[in-house]
Structures are given as structure tokens and as C-alpha cells.
């Protein structure tokens, strides 16, 4: 069964230093989300991505995240510089046209 | 901007209870609405998608309910086991994405 890829799965990383995250989507679908999700509490959306295309990035802080999906398949998302608060679980989801998402294994992040 | 309520936030039974996981949403304008289950430290796993048009969905054990006009979303769990502990989430699908804190479900053998 195809399934979301993610890496790296967990990042331990000092404050004011760069961290990207990379997802690998289920192959055909073109709508990519990008998720933040704090313990215990609900995943926040930060991006989505339509094949190349962003099309709700409301809720990016984009002084310091930037998202990318260059040829509408994989995408990056980076954090720089990273601050303490930036500690939460990385998710990335895939969908076909507003149907089901199919959320990957996630990233922990944890910023010292 | 869409605000969505689980209730309750965390809810512990003996194995073989029905029970019944609340969802609310205050903007009504979605076009499906999406049931999820997230183990501690893990992805969220798909449970059930209604689409607008729908009242129910059903797989197995779980029926998920629909009210759009209401803003309401029930997802019932038939005959409870402990591989059924987990947070669970409900995610209505509009313009915004957003989730739900969650209920936090454990069943006791």
C-alpha cells in the first residue's frame, strides 16, 4: 500500500540553527499539506500546496519558514533560524483532489 | 475562520462499552469532513470520510455521522477493545484545515 514518506523522523537541533524537513507524497496526488502539531493539541495547517502551487500559506510564519514543492512531486519545508517554540511534530499529508488525506509517520522536532 | 470542539477531551471505558465522540464546527460551508486516529508519537491514520452530501459512514465497527446545518459530527465505536485506544480527531474539510484538539481514548481490558 503507498504510503507518505517523511525524513528524517526525529531532529534535535540548537536555536538559530537551519533545519529542513522532506516529504514524499503518494504517487498521483497533487495536493501536499504541511502540518505543525503541538502535544496535545490538534495539527495546524502551515502550507498547501496544489502540484507546484501554494495555495493557502495563511498560517506560515514566513519570516522564518519557507515551503517548496519545485516540480509539484516532493517538497521541503525549512525553518530558519529555528526558536525554541518551533519544537512540535512535523506532519505532512497528501490527498486527490479533497478527498482523503493520507498523513505521513511525521517529524519530531525538538529545538534546545 | 472555522473553530472546531471535541468533547469530551479524554475518556476512559471497560472493554465491550459503545461509546460516542462528539465533533462541533461553527462554519458549515465544508465539503466533507474527515475522522482520524493518532497513536502516541505517530502519524494520524484515515478512519472515515463523509462526504457534504452524506448523513453516515460506516467501516466495521466505527459509524461516523454527519450534520452539516448543525455543525455536528458523532463518530460511534461499536463494542470497544483496547487496540482501540488512541487520540481520536475530526478535521472538517474546507478552505481552512483545521482539527480538532481530540479525545483521548482509553479502554480498559
Known amino acids: 500500500e503507498a504510503e507518505v514518506a517523511q525524513s528524517p523522523r526525529y531532529k534535535i537541533t540548537e536555536k538559530s540553527q537551519a533545519v529542513a524537513f522532506w516529504c514524499d507524497p503518494i504517487?498521483?496526488?497533487?495536493?501536499l499539506y504541511w502540518y505543525r502539531q503541538i502535544l496535545g493539541q490538534g495539527p495546524e495547517l502551515l502550507v498547501q500546496?496544489?502540484?507546484?502551487?501554494?495555495?493557502?500559506d495563511s498560517q506560515l510564519p514566513k519570516d522564518r519558514f519557507s515551503a517548496e514543492r519545485l516540480k509539484g512531486v516532493d517538497s521541503t519545508l525549512k525553518i530558519q533560524p529555528a526558536e525554541l517554540g518551533d519544537s512540535a511534530m512535523y506532519l505532512c499529508?497528501?490527498?486527490?483532489?479533497?478527498?482523503?488525506?493520507?498523513f505521513g509517520p511525521g517529524t519530531r522536532l525538538l529545538v534546545l | 475562520k472555522q473553530e472546531v470542539t471535541q468533547i469530551p477531551a479524554a475518556l476512559s471505558v471497560p472493554e465491550g462499552e459503545n461509546l460516542v465522540l462528539n465533533c462541533s464546527f461553527t462554519?458549515?460551508?465544508?465539503?466533507?469532513l474527515q475522522w482520524f486516529r493518532q497513536d502516541p508519537g505517530k502519524g494520524l491514520t484515515s478512519l472515515l470520510l463523509?462526504?457534504?452530501?452524506?448523513r453516515e459512514q460506516t467501516s466495521g465497527r466505527l459509524n461516523a455521522s454527519l450534520d452539516k446545518s448543525s455543525g455536528r459530527s458523532t463518530l460511534y465505536i461499536a463494542a470497544s477493545q483496547p487496540g482501540d485506544s488512541a487520540t481520536y480527531l475530526c478535521?472538517?474539510?474546507?478552505?481552512?484545515?483545521?482539527f480538532g484538539a481530540g479525545t483521548r481514548l482509553t479502554v480498559k481490558p
Open positions: 499529508a497528501s490527498s486527490s483532489n479533497q478527498e482523503t488525506q493520507y
Open positions: 504517487s498521483g496526488h497533487a495536493t
Open positions: 500546496f496544489q502540484d507546484e502551487s501554494v495555495v493557502d
Open positions: 462554519d458549515s460551508a465544508i465539503y466533507n
Open positions: 463523509i462526504q457534504s452530501s452524506q
Open positions: 478535521a472538517p474539510g474546507d478552505n481552512d484545515m483545521r
